[in-house]
């Protein structure tokens, strides 16, 4: 009975490529996000959705896409890969955007860019 | 700009020993703060959270309290058990950033049998 779960958990590729990692709730919450944890286990949002509907970019490189088809799924395309973009991210979603409630984490992907 | 800061970045106790985890934040403007846990290859589990008008919060062993005019807050584990070892972060919510999150770099604890 996962509860919010991300595939895949391991993402090994060539510099330059295009990957997805997809991130599924099953809570019935509203509000689902995207984290970075780079090398320094540095932990920093890159986006969060409401409804389906983009709330929070944080500066992120127009080559990151997140894609909600559905407020259970928050799927995160990336664009011509890069060394730098080498971490660990992790999706999460809350009950919703607007009542200060916990955010629940998948187990993250740990992405190697070569 | 909201920093948060965790003091020590890692910590070595044997079995049964109180210990303390320090987060620092320079913004007291914040809805409230979190305690996660991190185990290794894994996602992370909240533990406390404290809304910003509260002093403290209780689980089992695990107490926080938060001191928002300082900006800082405290994880108070009792009676450490092997189970604990985790890396323990700390992330504030800031005043109108609704449920965007600052973490710090957090606490890497190994509890020794």
């Known amino acids: 009975d996962t509860a919010v779960s991300q595939t895949p958990k391991y993402l090994v590729t060539q510099m330059g490529n295009d990957k997805s990692i997809k991130c599924e709730q099953n809570?019935?919450?509203?509000?689902m996000y995207w984290y970075k944890q780079d090398s320094k286990k540095f932990l920093k949002i890159m986006f969060s959705?409401?409804?389906?509907?983009?709330?929070i970019n944080e500066t992120v490189p127009n080559r990151f896409s997140p894609k909600s088809p559905d407020k259970a799924h928050l799927n995160l395309h990336i664009n011509s890969l890069e060394l730098g973009d080498s971490a660990v991210y992790f999706c999460?979603?809350?009950?919703?955007?607007?009542?200060?409630?916990?955010?629940?984490f998948g187990p993250g992907t740990r992405l190697l860019v070569l | 700009k909201q920093e948060v800061t965790q003091i020590p970045a890692a910590l070595s106790v044997p079995e049964g020993e109180n210990l303390v985890l320090n987060c620092s934040f320079t913004d007291s403007a914040i809805y409230n703060l979190q305690w996660f846990r991190q185990d290794p290859g894994k996602g992370l589990t909240s533990l406390l959270l404290?809304?910003?008008?509260?002093r403290e919060q209780t689980s089992g062993r695990l107490n926080a309290s938060l001191d928002k005019s300082s900006g800082r807050s405290t994880l108070y584990i009792a009676a450490s058990q092997p189970g604990d070892s985790a890396t323990y972060l700390c992330a504030v919510h800031p005043y109108l950033r609704a449920n965007n999150l600052f973490f710090g770099t957090g606490t890497r604890l190994t509890v020794i049998p």
């Open positions: 959705y409401n409804n389906k509907e983009l709330i």
């Open positions: 809570l019935g919450h509203d509000t």
């Open positions: 404290i809304q910003s008008s509260q």
């Open positions: 999460a979603s809350s009950q919703d955007w607007h009542i200060q409630e916990t955010q629940y």
